[in-house]
């Protein structure tokens, strides 16, 4: 019996012995006073009894505050800035730049911000092997690095790297995936940088890259690999490593990270890709309803209104769809928009996307009738931010557009540019940004780290 029935069977008790004792107490003639006070007491007791029974995901991960931004698309998982956020609206490389670094190696796995600590995953090509480095969120100096492997990187398009996954942490660890010598690994480190565990998710056989990012559900981290020669999604406990359960998938190549949402009443995975729309019971892999639907190669991840999923992907087929999250796989709607890279965002009713091409379109969730639609120029692989009604989107060449989330219109509120290339989706939370970007010099690529916020003082480089 799960946590939930046993809420349900004791909420049933309550009322049975409520039932009963008032039907004694009426036919004693009890005064109307004595009745109403035990029935409160009755209801303090049944909410009392489901705070206890029922786990809340906020207990889980002690340490995060809302002033983070601890996983890949935010504290949500949306792509949506904690409440409160209130970054900068106008940048450039000299201009309300709190400091910049050199990061060592290249990545596009976002920025992970946790407490004091900015953390990424990097790759030195010229050696194949995978970092993880701690930054200062106050200046941006290097706290501390780890080599999670010496040699065996490996990427395929040019466009990828051997570190394109985001890290996820849960306040006390972290969590990253690496494709490494033909093979998914998932790795937790402590905080200060100490390994814990490693666990190897499933063989893979490169076809792009790899880009899937962990996604923490209750006391596991979650993790996924499809690929050409069968992958797989996988809980992983978080504390050792230990498979809780795990599911094979279909062969083919696939780059989407697996999200929960709470859909209709009930967690959901949710896996997009591989022909397929999939949902699994987070707590035991189980299949909760599949149905063939979005094409075969997604990189985004998917966002939801709470019944529905809006998924998207980009190869063979253009796809965005709205799809019923109650089991019945019903698609609401769906439009041929090639939204390969870039993930979704929701707000109020309405779905904001940026596609590949440079196009930023506004549709209605529940209809998907366009509400507006504007170039807005180069290309795009970072996912937007919904920051309020804002919309932050980063081009591949640095530039940020800040847009207006409305459905009435499109509205262009400003366009910074920092650096020469970004990849990366920033990661925003309070009053500052942080950005992965990359600058030339003297025909060398230099990655860097940039904390973008009100300038106080003279920025370091």
Known sequence: MTSSDTVLQSAKTVQIFEKRYFMQRSQRRQPQRLRQRLSIWIVIAVFSLISALVPKQSDAFEGISERDWPWWRGPHHSGEAPKGSNPPQTWSNENNVRWSVDIPGRGHGSPTVVGEHVYLASCDESLGSQSIYAFDRTNGKIIWSKKIHESGAIRKN?????????????????????????????????????????????????H???????????????????????????????????????????ATPNYASPVVHMLNGQDQLILTGCDLVSSYDPHTGETLWERKGATTECVTTTVSDGHRIFSSGGYPRNHVAAIRADGSGTIDWENEQRLYVPSLLYRDGFLYAVLDAGIA?????????????????????????????????????????????????????????????????????????????????????????????????????
Not at 418 to 432: K, M, R, S, V
Request: hydrophobic share 35%; with cysteine; aromatic share 8%.
């Open 158 to 206: 040019e466009r990828s790297t051997g570190a394109s996954s985001t890290i996820a942490c849960d306040g006390q660890r972290l969590f990253i995936n690496f494709l490494n010598s033909d093979a998914v690994f998932t790795t937790a480190l402590s905080r200060s940088g100490e390994q814990l565990w490693q666990t190897k998710l499933t063989d893979y056989v490169i």
């Open 208 to 250: 792009q890259g790899y880009g899937s990012s962990p996604c923490l559900y209750r006391e596991t981290v979650i993790v996924s690999g499809d690929n050409k020669a069968g992958g797989a999604v996988a809980a992983l406990d978080r504390k050792t490593g230990a498979v809780v359960w795990k599911r094979t998938r279909p």
């Open 361 to 461: 379109i506004c549709w209605k969730s529940e209809t998907g009738e366009e509400q507006w639609k504007s170039r807005l120029g180069g290309n795009f692989s970072a996912s937007p931010v919904l920051v309020g009604d804002m919309i932050f989107a980063t081009s591949e060449t640095g530039q940020t557009h800040i847009l207006r989330a409305i459905p009435e219109h499109f509205e262009s509120i400003a366009i910074n540019t920092l650096g020469e290339e970004a990849f990366a989706t920033p990661a925003i939370c309070g009053d500052q940004i942080f950005f992965r970007v990359a600058f030339m010099k003297e025909n060398l690529r230099q990655e860097k780290l940039v904390c973008v916020g009100l300038q106080d003082e003279q920025p370091q480089k």
